[in-house]
């Protein structure tokens, strides 16, 4: 399957970038002290503080679900529980993980537009109940940008927090594609996570470059105590962690998580572009990250598939392309042209 022609289904498809590999290849030198207490480990860490401008502590997980989850489930009891959005990936993606990790929180599900929280829906689901019988709201999560592919502003992460504190909740952020979102800001990592209020970030790697591996960034160095014991009784302790870690270094040092990222962002909005008002072709959510979700006729996404396209229609029966640090651009180009081509032989068709 090594010849085949790239594909767009998820951004999970990429390789590991040049940055990452080199660090890897050159933290595979001699022997180094295992279960984090090596150098790779103390620069990546360091890379982090240097990135977002502040002391936070830093871990390193295999995957987003057990970042998520190990994160949301430091932050709270079991008895507490958990605000996120409807679509978020906590809820329709990790198979119950936060609330096993957690030993049962709940999460309180809102139903909001765009997979995007506010601080009424937010405000509605805390304040709902404050009796016995109901978990009591400790955490609230958003995922930057969010699984359809928007993005939260700074001025809409700050008002975000500023409900959390009134009402006595942590904020947690799922980054996943946390690269995608500064790229589209164009703002510092600082500015849209611990300066705007949030508690904790899952920073995704594996979206940006790297074979595997999320960091956990926790900005009041507080609610770190003993993580690194809850990451080893899940399973997310690396023994070798030189190699989870040193691919961090080559991404943050050179600059290339956010090339990666504006890379993907960039080919979202070529395809966007190209696409816009084409008959019967609607873009279902803004194209703010990577990602473009379209709506089409079944005869247009059929066309698709018959001309060798991959796609996943999960959400909303659209046709999601998601676009990673390796997008070939003739082959973006490739796919706009075929949904052109497709959209008007179903018109000429019907
Ligand atoms: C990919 C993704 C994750 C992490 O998924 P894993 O497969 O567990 O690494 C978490 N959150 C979001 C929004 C994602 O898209």
């Known amino acids: 399957m090594i010849d085949q022609a790239q594909q767009f289904a998820s951004d999970n498809y990429a390789g590991i970038c040049p940055e990452a590999w080199n660090a890897m290849a050159e933290a595979n030198s001699g022997s180094a002290t295992a279960y984090g207490d ?38 709270g009891q079991s008895y507490h529980s958990v605000i996120c959005s409807s679509s ?25 537009a765009g997979g995007k929280l506010t601080p009424e829906a937010v405000r509605g689901l805390a304040t709902s109940r404050s009796d016995i019988h109901f978990p009591k709201p400790r955490v609230v999560t958003i995922t930057q940008p969010t699984e359809t592919g928007q993005v939260y502003s700074v001025a809409e992460v700050r008002a975000l927090s500023a409900t959390c504190r009134e009402l006595g909740l942590r904020l947690h952020m799922d980054g996943a594609r946390f690269a995608h979102a500064c790229a589209t800001l164009g703002c ?38 003993d993580f690194d014991y809850r990451c080893k009784q899940a399973g997310q302790l690396a023994s070798k962690m030189r190699f989870l870690s040193a691919p961090w270094v080559g991404l943050l040092e050179s600059g290339a998580w956010l090339r990666n990222a504006e890379h993907g962002n960039d080919c979202a909005q070529r395809v966007a572009a190209a696409v816009a008002g084409l008959p019967g072709i609607e873009l279902m959510f803004p194209v703010e990250a990577n990602a473009v979700f379209l709506r089409a006729p079944e005869p247009v996404l059929e066309a698709l598939r018959a001309r060798g396209w991959r796609f996943y229609t999960f959400i909303g029966g659209g046709a999601r392309f998601m676009f990673a640090w390796d997008a070939d ?3 973006v180009d490739a796919l706009a042209r075929d949904v052109r081509e497709a959209a008007l032989a179903a018109l000429v068709e019907a």
């Open 38 to 75: 090596d150098d790779w480990t103390q620069r990546a860490s360091d890379a982090f503080r240097t990135l977002f401008g502040t002391e936070c502590e830093v871990f390193f997980a295999f995957n987003g679900t057990a970042a998520n989850s190990l994160a949301l489930a430091s932050l």
């Open 88 to 112: 978020a990936h906590v809820e329709t993606d990790e198979c119950g993980a936060p609330e096993f990790f957690s030993n049962g929180s709940k999460l309180l599900v809102a139903q909001t």
């Open 188 to 225: 510092s990592p600082a500015e849209i996570t611990w300066q705007a209020g949030v508690d904790v970030l899952c920073f995704g790697g594996t979206k940006n470059g790297m074979a595997v591996g999320e960091a956990v960034l926790f900005f009041e160095p507080t609610l770190a105590e």
């Open 329 to 331: 651009v003739a082959r």
